[in-house]
């Protein structure tokens, strides 16, 4: 029986396999699950922590042999003290708080029943120790733009069906799902619209 070549080229227009003998340009045109990368990453003795997206970024710098990105930020210790309340918009954002239930009351007094720790707030709070409330309420204000836009490509699989059932209506979770196994088997520049009628 003949050798396989690894590296030998997929057919036009077909996924290739995942393994070692991708490049990273190549890897970054397709659609992988978190369960293929995974298995890549550990055929290479990558870490494989920080998410899909992170492990996406490492696998094609790998692949390329370029410098891996550096890790993501280590989580800040629970154990730091904890605002209590009451609080006001003087209260200041201590190292370590976290998106606490206190917090969510006062958010929720000051903006609204519509208040939620999403992926901006969350950020604000972690990441500006020292800030107060006040500013934090400002902030959620100036992200609603950014917080209405696409989700983030982890959630691509998501997004895929909203999108596909605002288009279809009257379709099935199955054909949606057929049309997602459909979308990601072709690479991610060959997609002018995703989920259109055609697709389940």
Same mark, same amino acid.
């Given at each position: 029986m003949a050798a396989v070549n690894e590296h030998q080229e997929p057919a036009a227009g077909a996924r290739p396999p995942l393994t070692r003998a991708l490049d990273g340009e190549e890897l970054l045109r397709w659609y992988w699950t978190l369960q293929e990368l995974t298995a890549l990453a550990r055929e290479l003795d990558l870490p494989r922590g920080g998410g899909k997206l992170?492990?996406?970024? +490492?696998?094609?710098?790998? %692949? !390329?042999? +370029? #410098?891996?990105? #550096? #890790?993501? #930020?280590?989580? +800040?210790?629970?154990?730091?003290? =904890? %605002?209590?309340?009451?609080? !006001?918009?003087?209260?200041?954002?201590?190292?370590?708080?976290?998106?606490? =239930?206190?917090?969510?009351?006062? /958010? +929720? =007094?000051?903006?609204?029943?519509? /208040?939620? /720790?999403d992926a901006p707030m969350r950020a604000f709070i972690a990441d500006n120790p020292g800030r107060t409330l006040a500013d934090a309420v400002r902030h959620w204000h100036d992200t609603r733009t950014l917080a209405a836009e696409e989700p983030a490509p982890q959630f691509e699989f998501n997004r895929f069906l909203r999108d596909w059932h605002a288009r279809n209506p009257d379709g099935t979770r199955a054909q949606a799902v057929a049309a997602w196994q459909t979308h990601r088997s072709r690479p991610k520049d060959a997609h002018p619209h995703r989920g259109g009628p055609d697709d389940h």
């Open positions: 992170a492990l996406t970024d +490492r696998l094609a710098a790998a %692949l !390329d042999g +370029r #410098p891996l990105p #550096p #890790p993501p #930020p280590r989580r +800040r210790s629970t154990t730091a003290a =904890q %605002l209590t309340a009451p609080v !006001d918009g003087s209260t200041v954002i201590p190292e370590g708080q976290r998106c606490s =239930q206190v917090l969510r009351a006062h /958010f +929720r =007094q000051e903006i609204g029943p519509s /208040f939620h /720790f």
